[in-house]
């Protein structure tokens, strides 16, 4: 029976740098600060998605008013009232 082949050196089961071999080497301080810095942008976009959506509710508002606006102005063209007398 041959002998079992010897796995190559670049295949991931020898590698020393794969991704369990980074894990070990990763700072405490360093791996701190990158959750941070990823909550925080986490809790940037939370905020750019609330303002976005607050603008879009206050146009849809103004949208509202603007043709409540439109409606009653045309409503009082079309229907004129009766006639002023000069004095």
Known sequence: MPAPKKPS??????SRHGPAARA????PAVA???RQLAAQAEHHRAI???RAR???????RIDAL??????????LL??????????
């Open 9 to 14: 050196p670049s295949s991931p089961a020898t």
């Open 24 to 27: 070990t080497h990763v700072n």
């Open 48 to 50: 750019a998605e609330f």
């Open 78 to 87: 079309s229907n004129p009232g009766p006639p002023r007398q000069a004095t």
């Open 54 to 60: 607050r603008a879009a509710d206050q146009q849809a």
């Open 66 to 75: 603007l043709l409540e606006a439109i409606a009653a102005l045309a409503s």
């Open 32 to 34: 701190a600060r990158v």
